[in-house]
Nanobody
Framework: QVQLVESGGGLVQAGGSLRLSCAVS????????MGWYRQPPGKQRELVAG???????NYADSVKGRFTISRTNAQNTVYLQMSSLKPEDTARYYC???????????WGQGTQVTVSS
């Protein structure tokens, strides 16, 4: 089991940047992949970016070229660098960990990102 704590959200003007952090503690050795998801008001949660244990990344089409997911070598912190932010990026952003084997995924509590026009 792992614990995930997100930070770094806030209010930013369109065109600005933010870096989100996800601190991971617990049994990190069983993690297969990490991801950032977001849930805009009144909408479903969606994948923003993911990074597998081997370092392969994937992004939603809407954030390609603007967002970058990365992690520390110890894999105990995952980042989401967000640039050229748009009002439609406004959402609560969540960190998620997927595990090898049957263990269920773990989610953090989320951090709010608000982009003003």
């Amino acid at each position: 089991q792992v614990q995930l704590v997100e930070s770094g959200g806030g209010l930013v003007q369109a065109g600005g940047s933010l870096r989100l952090s996800c601190a991971v503690s617990g049994n990190i050795f069983g993690i297969k992949a990490m991801g950032w998801y977001r849930q805009p008001p009144g909408k479903q949660r969606e994948l923003v970016a993911g990074i597998a244990s081997g370092g392969i990344t994937n992004y939603a089409d809407s954030v390609k070229g603007r967002f970058t997911i990365s992690r520390t070598n110890a894999q105990n912190t995952v980042y989401l660098q967000m640039s050229s932010l748009k009002p439609e990026d406004t959402a609560r952003y969540y960190c998620k960990a997927d595990f090898f084997g049957p263990a269920p995924s773990s989610w953090g509590q989320g951090t709010q990102v608000t982009v003003s026009s």
